[in-house]
């Protein structure tokens, strides 16, 4: 490990160096025409001096990168040993033909700024290719674990049995003990955590845009909107921990004030507390949606008489319509996919239960059971969280393209 | 909310109550008797309206005040905590009866015999056994324990003399003597006897035990005791986190915002990765997890648990953010600074470069520092990667298990012991602390960049 460090910090150096040198020979060469000859010569080079220093710099790097590449693919175990003093002398043997290479083509016509331009497109052509990568590999990753997950047990029963009981498949070796992966019960539960969320995030973030862009003061907004990007702001840990020390316990103590029990970990605390978390993300995104509506709508509707809330109800409303319903497709995929608070507060059986007073289990929270642990990489239940991960992916992904996609075409409506 | 009330009908409306008139006897459609009433109704729907407006925020401060409170109000005592003196006779009988002073045997020698010994020196007249452990549980057994044999290892001529330690106190002591143990209730239902509640406010009132800034929670690692748990190696865990985050989403971030607003041709490749990259920053959390077990771990063969890992995980968690926020702030750059630079001679490269990205500076900014911050909140794709170790050492470098905040958090929460709930939520306030440091530097760069324009 700490030889890949040094080999990298090396290569660095050496380029930085390397550029630096080159920068002040050219610049040497170009003031001993310049003084040499005659005025004209100045004005013939292509490029400043810099330019050429910086094409060594991005040649070393480059090609010191592929240098260590290549030794990664050669002895992709021992990662520690191949970075000895061996390669770092391929290393300074390649920036020294580099630079020699360099060196003789400072000439006057040589376009070294316009190498050096491509080159930096060039990077950020790949920087900007690693999101199509990433998603790539989610993808495929996510599918190969998947289909070997498949293989085992049928998609079919993945998909609507009723029995979730993945502790089973560890002991393998016991008979009629094979586990069972109908997934139903995960997502009945994960759907009513998102109804309730939604149901307290919905109107409630909805109503906190509607007041701040219409009604509330400068000075009433200058105090809420900190105040909910601070919520904006909390990790969802934190939320997971609020909701089982004080939303569950609380729940339960009301319920059996009316004479119920229920446990601390039930849907309805983490979903509470879910709805919280979400009410931020809906309240801004709303703000936006509402604020981009023309203000010429909204004087037409004062004039024909309207109140604000008329205005804000038949007007607003009706043309902000997609771009609220966009924030509520991107709220429920942030719900969907919220981990850490289920985790905490919404508990582990899987109950196929529409009862918010009791536990459920969510999708995150089984992918989040079924790999922290020893695990063995082969068994189902380990692939069981690629499957579950992959439903996941695939839902929110199409949530979020649909409302990505609403709120663009909405946008452009108003510009 | 009043503008739609005109002033003038109110104070009529007034005056003509104060002479008992009824209001204008020529009717029209708009002051009819029912239109009246109409517009009566639609002022108490503006009413309603503005009342649930003011509920929701009502119902969202209240939710955050009511998080914040219960937080630092369960948090707060974790600060400090209670520490006891005591005089260790170090003998050598016990230490050292072979007299050689070879610091691997002095390590391995009975400590517990010490300590229990100069706790009985504190209380007179223990002489049952069961009193004796009783005594002794008092103090943090590894906590004094070790605490000694740190001293004696290092300095193996401290055998023979009376060593002044102050080690803490057992976290059951700790929460009784903070009030949270009620001494009220029948002893068999309690954590402390009678007998060592009677031990306990005789040493308090000599002074034996007294509260100290608990200096433990900030030096000290993850462990088995309360007492002796802190938050060192998962604040070092999630610094070298952030910074390998950092290392790796800066520039993929930056660079992809320039390549997509400034050099990309419009076609069907850059409407992908476009799309990518949006819609990467809405993917769950958790998904990058299994991306990074999947490839990371389980192709590539990267340790587990490590720090290095992580950061990758969370940099291509974090990257769309910066990328996000780095368009935002280059389209805010007037397009007369590139003109301006392009029509001097400036190449392409070179006007965004030089004129453009400095311009565009704290936008970025404010974009990487938002991204860090989700980076430093993040768990679940550290669940995924196994960085739930319990860890006990200070990591050195990013191949070593390390833990980080959010997850220590998370593993601590799992106990439901008052002493580990108190640790929980001071560890939540130091991270709390952090990240509203964070934003609320963020926030002040745009609002200063908001005025300057």
New interface residues.
């Given amino acids: 490990?700490?030889s890949i460090v040094a080999y990298i910090l090396m290569l660095l150096i050496i380029s930085v160096i390397a550029g630096f040198a080159f920068n002040f020979t050219a610049a040497q060469k170009r003031i001993t025409l310049y003084k040499g000859v005659d005025v004209k010569s100045e004005r013939v080079y292509h490029s400043q001096s810099g330019y050429h220093g910086y094409l060594t710099a991005w040649l070393i790097g480059i090609s010191g990168f592929l240098i260590f590449l290549g030794g990664l693919f050669l002895r992709?175990?021992t990662g520690g040993l191949i970075f000895n003093t061996v390669w770092i002398g391929v290393l300074i043997l390649t920036a020294a033909s580099i630079t020699y290479l360099c060196n003789q083509r400072i000439r006057p016509e040589f376009r070294a700024?316009t190498h050096v331009?491509r080159l930096?497109?060039g990077?950020?052509?790949v920087?900007?290719?690693?999101?199509?990568f990433?998603?790539l590999?989610?993808i495929l990753?996510?599918l190969?674990?998947s289909l070997r997950f498949f293989d085992k047990v049928p998609f079919t029963e993945f998909l609507f049995g009723t029995q979730w009981s993945p502790q089973m498949a560890l002991r393998a070796d016991q008979a009629g003990q094979s586990g069972s992966f109908g997934a139903v019960p995960i997502f009945a539960g994960t759907f009513l955590i998102m109804l309730i969320a939604m149901a307290i995030a919905g109107?409630?973030?909805?109503?906190?845009a509607?007041?701040?862009s219409e009604?509330a003061s400068k000075r009433v907004r200058a105090y809420?909107k900190?105040?909910?990007?601070?919520?904006a702001?909390?990790?969802?840990?934190?939320?997971?921990?609020?909701a089982?020390?004080?939303v569950g316990p609380t729940i339960r103590n009301l319920a059996e004030g009316f004479g119920f029990s229920v446990p601390t970990q039930s849907a309805i605390s983490a979903g509470v507390v879910m709805g919280?978390m979400i009410?931020?993300l809906i309240?801004s995104l709303s703000d936006d949606v509402i604020n981009s509506v023309p203000q010429n709508l909204r004087d037409g509707s004062y004039a024909l008489g309207a109140?604000?809330?008329?205005t804000?109800?038949k007007v607003i409303f009706a043309g902000a319509l997609p771009g609220i319903i966009g924030a509520f497709l991107?709220a429920i995929?942030?719900a969907?996919?919220?981990?850490?608070i289920v985790?905490?507060a919404a508990g582990r059986a899987a109950n196929l239960t529409g009862n918010p007073f009791e536990a459920v289990t969510t999708v995150?929270v089984q992918?989040?059971a079924l790999?922290?642990g020893d695990q063995e990489?082969d068994s189902p239940k380990t692939l069981a969280?690629?499957a579950l991960?992959l439903v996941?992916?695939v839902i929110?992904?199409i949530l979020?393209?649909i409302?990505?996609t609403i709120v663009r075409k909405y946008r452009e409506r108003y510009d | 909310?009043s503008?739609?009330e005109n002033p003038e009908t109110k104070s009529k409306k007034k005056k003509n109550r104060k002479s008992g008139k009824k209001p204008h006897k020529m009717t029209s459609l708009h002051n009819s008797e029912a239109a009246l009433l109409r517009l009566k109704k639609?002022?108490a729907?503006?009413g309603r309206?503005?009342l649930?407006?003011?509920?929701?925020?009502g119902?969202?401060?209240a939710?955050?005040m009511?998080?914040l409170f219960?937080?630092v109000g369960?948090g707060y005592t974790a600060f400090t905590q209670h520490f006891i003196t005591l005089d260790v006779k170090l003998e050598a009988s016990i230490l050292d009866p072979t007299d050689i002073r070879d610091p691997e045997k002095l390590r391995a020698a009975n400590y517990r015999r010490l300590i229990q010994t100069s706790m009985q020196a504190q209380i007179e007249g223990v002489t049952d056994r069961k009193e004796k452990r009783a005594l002794f549980n008092l103090v943090s057994a590894s906590g004094a324990t070790n605490y000694v044999r740190q001293k004696v290892y290092k300095n193996p001529n401290l055998v023979g003399q009376t060593l002044t330690v102050t080690v803490p106190t057992s976290d059951e002591v700790d929460q009784l003597l903070k009030g949270y143990i009620d001494r009220e209730t029948p002893e068999a239902r309690r954590k402390v006897s009678n007998q060592q509640i009677e031990w306990i406010d005789e040493l308090v009132d000599r002074g034996v035990i007294k509260p100290k800034f608990n200096t433990i929670f900030f030096t000290g690692t993850d462990s088995r005791d309360p007492e002796l748990a802190g938050i060192a190696s998962a604040v070092v865990g999630s610094l070298m986190l952030l910074s390998v985050a950092f290392i790796l989403a800066f520039?993929?971030g930056v660079?992809?915002a320039?390549?997509?607003d400034e050099?990309?041709p419009k076609n069907k490749w850059t409407d992908?990765?476009e799309?990518?990259?949006?819609?990467?920053a809405?993917?769950?959390?958790?998904?990058?997890g299994?991306?990074g077990?999947?490839?990371f771990l389980?192709?590539?063969?990267m340790p587990r648990s490590a720090p290095l890992v992580g950061g990758m995980v969370l940099a291509?968690r974090a990257?769309?953010t910066i990328?996000i926020a780095t368009r935002a702030a280059l389209r805010s750059v007037s397009p007369s600074i590139t003109n301006g630079a392009l029509s001097v001679g400036a190449?392409?490269?070179q006007a965004v470069?030089h004129h453009k990205l400095p311009l565009a500076a704290p936008g970025i900014l404010t974009g990487t520092i938002i991204g860090m911050?989700q980076v430093?909140?993040?768990?679940?794709p550290l669940?995924?990667i196994?960085m739930?170790a319990f860890v006990t050492e200070i990591p050195t470098?990013?191949?070593e298990p390390a833990s980080a905040l959010?997850v220590q958090?998370?593993l601590w929460?799992d106990s439901a012991e008052r002493a580990w709930?108190e640790r929980?939520?001071a560890a939540?306030i130091i991270?709390?602390l952090v990240?509203?440091t964070m934003?609320g530097f963020a926030?002040w760069l745009r609002n200063k960049l908001e005025k300057r324009r």
């Fill in positions: 490990m700490n992709p175990d700024r331009e930096v497109i990077a950020l052509i920087l900007s290719a690693i999101a199509v990433t998603t590999g989610i990753s996510l190969f674990e109107p409630i973030g909805l109503m906190i509607v007041y701040l009604y809420v900190p105040a909910i990007e601070i919520l702001g909390i990790p969802t840990v934190v939320y997971g921990f609020f089982l020390l004080t919280v009410i931020p309240s109140t604000k809330s008329e804000m109800k991107l995929s942030r969907i996919g919220e981990t850490m985790v905490m995150t992918i989040v790999l922290t990489f969280a690629f991960g996941l992916f929110t992904l979020n393209v409302a990505l | 909310m503008q739609i639609r002022r729907k503006e309206f503005i649930w407006g003011r509920l929701a925020i119902f969202a401060v939710s955050l009511w998080l219960s937080l369960t520039p993929i660079g992809a320039i390549y997509l050099f990309a992908l990765i799309i990518n990259i949006n819609n990467l809405a993917v769950p959390s958790i998904v990058f299994l991306l077990l999947a490839v389980n192709f590539f063969g291509l990257f769309p990328t190449s392409h490269v470069f911050a430093l909140g993040e768990t679940a669940l995924m196994g739930v470098s990013v191949m959010p958090i998370f929460s709930s929980t939520s939540i991270l709390l990240l509203i934003n926030i």
